[in-house]
């Protein structure tokens, strides 16, 4: 079965190799089935203390997507993705590739439910300038929770002219059963308005552990423009009695060398006074290739101010469809 799998995906792969976007598999009678890959490799040293230089690979996805249209409007649709990081990471173990998402849901106009393995609406949540960043995304990253096993969840669309507005909620159930173990429960939303340049996005998230009746919320801010020759952002999270967590970033992209400069600045701020404040930097680049966007090449160097810490960098490739 691994083989047959294996040779599926190489398949698929060669076939895209020159296309810049998805590729859909099937298209008749209603039934849509699109296949997308993220492949991103690095040579990369991480910020801290004796580090070594190392292979990561920092993506290794196969993304499926099957929609069917059910009539009046409806639609229902699944999601099945792979993620091939553990198996790269461990050559000489029988590691399979690990299930990244897994749902099912059922869409109209511009709202959906689903219900399975996938994001949480605060991994939608604040601007993204790093390709690693030194002290984690945002405190939903760094203290609350991204994903999840057993969510339901509901998103909404909705555009006018040059407005968009966007709204996602999740709940992770509790779940424990002679089939769990139980990872807790959360509930949380995300919801984020475009417009005229601007993107302004709001999150909210409260988690209450496995056996626990103590809950811990966490909310943020995150405000973006997009000037065409610049990009400026900003966001600010908190995690209620842990900490306050700051992300500021700028990239300007030079469209006639093909090519993305930016920088970011990181600040933790611990609410124990005993702690002291935690702030880091980054910087990096960009190249994509004229004849694909989708073929990247790029290099970043990041530090923090933390004691007996060294500068980290890498250098990585990117191809995706």
């Keep these: 079965m691994k083989k047959i799998l294996c040779s599926m995906i190489m398949a698929v792969l060669i076939i895209s190799a020159g296309e810049a976007h998805a590729i859909t598999v099937y298209k008749k009678d209603g039934v849509t089935y699109d296949i997308k890959a993220d492949l991103q490799i690095q040579l990369r040293k991480d910020v801290g203390k004796d580090q070594d230089l190392d292979v990561e690979y920092d993506d290794l996805e196969i993304k499926n997507s099957i ?22 990471d461990k050559p000489d173990s029988d590691a399979d590739p690990h299930l990244e998402e897994a ?36 405190a939903f990253d760094r203290i609350g929770h991204t994903d999840g096993d057993d969510i339901i969840g509901a998103a909404f669309k909705f555009s006018l002219d040059d407005f968009q507005f966007n709204i996602i909620a999740t709940h992770e159930i509790e779940a424990e059963s002679e089939k769990s173990d139980g990872n807790g429960t959360f509930s949380d939303i995300y919801a984020e308005m475009k417009f005229a340049g601007f ?98 090449i790029f290099a970043e160097v990041a530090d923090t101010d933390e004691n007996n810490v060294d500068m980290g960098y890498l250098f990585g490739v990117r191809v995706k469809f």
């Design 103 to 138: 749902y099912l849901g059922f869409g109209y106009k511009g709202g959906k439910i689903f219900m399975g393995k996938t994001d949480s609406a605060a991994d939608y949540f604040g601007i993204e300038g790093a390709y690693e960043e030194p002290l984690s995304c945002h």
């Design 199 to 296: 993107t302004v996005g709001t999150a909210y998230q409260t988690y209450e552990a496995s056996g626990s009746d103590q809950s811990e919320d966490i909310y943020g801010i995150s405000l973006s423009y997009d000037a065409k020759f610049v990009k400026v952002g900003a966001d600010y999270s908190v995690a209620e009695d842990e900490l306050d967590f700051w992300n500021l970033f700028a990239k300007i992209p030079v469209k006639s060398i093909n090519t993305t400069f930016g920088v970011g600045y990181q600040m933790i701020e611990p609410d124990k006074s005993s702690d002291e404040d935690i702030s880091a930097w980054y910087a990096n680049i960009t190249y994509k290739f004229p004849a694909h966007k989708n073929v990247s």
């Design 67 to 88: 929609k069917y249209d059910i009539g009046n409007g409806f639609s229902a649709f699944g999601q099945l993705d792979f993620g091939f990081k553990n198996a790269a």
